[in-house]
């Protein structure tokens, strides 16, 4: 189990980290988190232009397979695409903790953290049961909305892996490398296209406020380096 009372730590990369990279980084914590050596952790990254395809990704769902690295994942979702502008928050929490172990659960309290810290941006957000993720209404598309959160999980000895993307300022062009998440027709957007220049800072603020107020006390702790040693 995880260390009961600790605040969650709260990590901030300054560069953008590579997918494999983040992902052995999120594997050694998880296990270090399961076994009560470390306290939960949320990591803020970027990661540079790059797709994730996961167990349920449909190659046709693959527009242009050429123009971005493509690397398979664990995580639950199909095809997903990020890169610089766009906030990862890895959640290495304990979901037994959390949500007593229901991971469906976890998923609405992820959204829920998502769409406080746009409340506090002057955004109005929406989840859906049926399809994980965070939304916003666009009456002038078709379908009268478009995605601005996703999200996709793993849980690994009862902690999750892996967490969400909030799209601040990214390139939208790029999407249109994938059919995203796999819900063809659904537009994606962003804080920028919807008119909101908030800073990657003012949206990080946001997000650890909304976290926290979901969460429980958070504790910021260096940046690590993938050198093993602690960043300057």
Same mark, same amino acid.
């Given at each position: 189990?995880?260390?009961?009372?600790?605040?969650?730590?709260?990590?901030?990369?300054?560069?953008?980290?590579?997918?494999?990279?983040?992902?052995?980084?999120?594997?050694?914590?998880?296990?270090?988190?399961?076994?009560?050596?470390?306290?939960?952790?949320?990591w803020f990254l970027?990661?540079?232009?790059?797709?994730?395809?996961?167990?349920?990704?449909?190659?046709?769902?693959?527009?242009?397979?050429?123009?971005?690295?493509?690397?398979?994942?664990?995580?639950?979702?199909?095809?997903?695409?990020?890169?610089?502008?766009?906030?990862?928050?890895?959640?290495?929490?304990d979901v037994r903790?959390?949500?007593?172990?229901?991971?469906?659960?976890?998923?609405?309290? @992820? *959204?829920?953290?998502?769409?406080? $810290? #746009?409340?506090? &941006? /002057?955004? =109005? +957000?929406?989840?859906?049961?049926?399809?994980?993720?965070?939304?916003?209404?666009?009456?002038?598309?078709?379908g009268g909305e478009?995605?601005?959160?996703?999200?996709?999980?793993?849980?690994?000895?009862?902690?999750?892996?892996?967490?969400?993307?909030?799209?601040?300022?990214?390139?939208?062009?790029?999407?249109?490398?994938?059919?995203?998440?796999? @819900? *063809?027709?659904?537009?994606?957007? $962003? #804080?920028?296209? &919807? /008119?909101? =220049? +908030?800073?990657?800072?003012?949206?990080?603020?946001?997000?650890?406020?909304?976290?926290?107020?979901?969460?429980?006390?958070?504790?910021?702790?260096?940046?690590?380096?993938?050198?093993?040693?602690?960043?300057?």
């Amino acid at each position: 189990m995880t260390i009961p009372g600790r605040p969650i730590r709260l990590m901030r990369s300054s560069r953008p980290v590579a997918y494999p990279d983040a992902v052995a980084f999120m594997v050694g914590e998880v296990d270090r988190i399961a076994h009560a050596d470390h306290s939960e952790l949320l990591w803020f990254l970027e990661h540079p232009p790059l797709l994730t395809k996961g167990p349920r990704g449909q190659m046709q769902h693959l527009i242009e397979p050429d123009r971005f690295p493509v690397f398979e994942t664990d995580r639950g979702g199909e095809i997903t695409y990020h890169g610089p502008g766009q906030r990862i928050v890895y959640t290495l929490l304990d979901v037994r903790q959390r949500t007593g172990g229901d991971v469906r659960a976890f998923v609405r309290l @992820l *959204e829920r953290c998502v769409i406080g $810290s #746009l409340d506090r &941006l /002057g955004v =109005t +957000a929406t989840s859906d049961p049926a399809r994980p993720g965070v939304w916003v209404q666009r009456p002038d598309l078709p379908g009268g909305e478009s995605k601005i959160g996703a999200l996709g999980l793993k849980v690994r000895h009862g902690i999750s892996l892996h967490g969400i993307s909030l799209n601040v300022s990214p390139d939208l062009s790029h999407f249109d490398a994938i059919v995203a998440c796999g @819900l *063809e027709g659904s537009a994606v957007t $962003s #804080l920028a296209a &919807l /008119g909101h =220049t +908030a800073s990657l800072e003012t949206v990080d603020n946001a997000l650890i406020a909304s976290f926290a107020a979901c969460l429980g006390s958070l504790e910021p702790v260096a940046e690590v380096g993938f050198d093993g040693r602690s960043a300057d």
